[in-house]
């Protein structure tokens, strides 16, 4: 089946983000802001061209009321998965970069994950990766 688009970026939506791109790139690593003719950034919309290729935009949203979790009053709409090899050292540098621990009941086994929430209120996930998940994933989204 051909495609009928691409995905060109990931966009959250937060109060400050230039603050957002900082705490991101501390856990993948990138450029802010790298020029590209797709967009024009700005103090409204500021991206991450990830070490992945993955691309983060952040978009200011006034009166922004970030997702808790967990909550159906006030649900998560999306969240990432991001994959690591050593969940207790990205546990730490994640709370050095700004982030908060929400939930560790999932922490256990070989693809464990804890659930943090990014400074702006955003869920995501520390997932622990073993060895060959890098090269399954390529696989099947080759």
């Known amino acids: 089946m051909t495609a009928l688009a691409r995905v060109q970026c990931t966009a959250l939506d937060c109060p400050d983000p230039m603050r957002l791109a900082r705490f991101y790139a501390e856990l993948l690593g990138g450029e802010i802001n790298r020029p590209t003719p797709l967009w024009t950034t700005d103090d409204d919309w500021t991206t991450l061209h990830t070490e992945s290729g993955t691309v983060l935009a952040f978009q200011r949203a006034p009166g922004h009321r970030p997702p808790r979790w967990p909550d159906p009053e006030h649900p998560q709409q999306s969240h990432l998965d991001l994959g690591v090899h050593d969940l207790e050292a ?53």
């Open 90 to 142: 990205a546990h730490r540098q994640v709370l050095d970069a700004g982030g908060t621990l929400l939930d560790t009941t999932h922490g256990d086994g070989p693809h464990g994950f804890r659930v943090y929430a990014d400074p702006a209120g955003h869920p995501f996930c520390l997932v622990r990766e073993q060895p060959g998940d890098q090269r399954a994933y390529e696989q099947s989204t080759a």
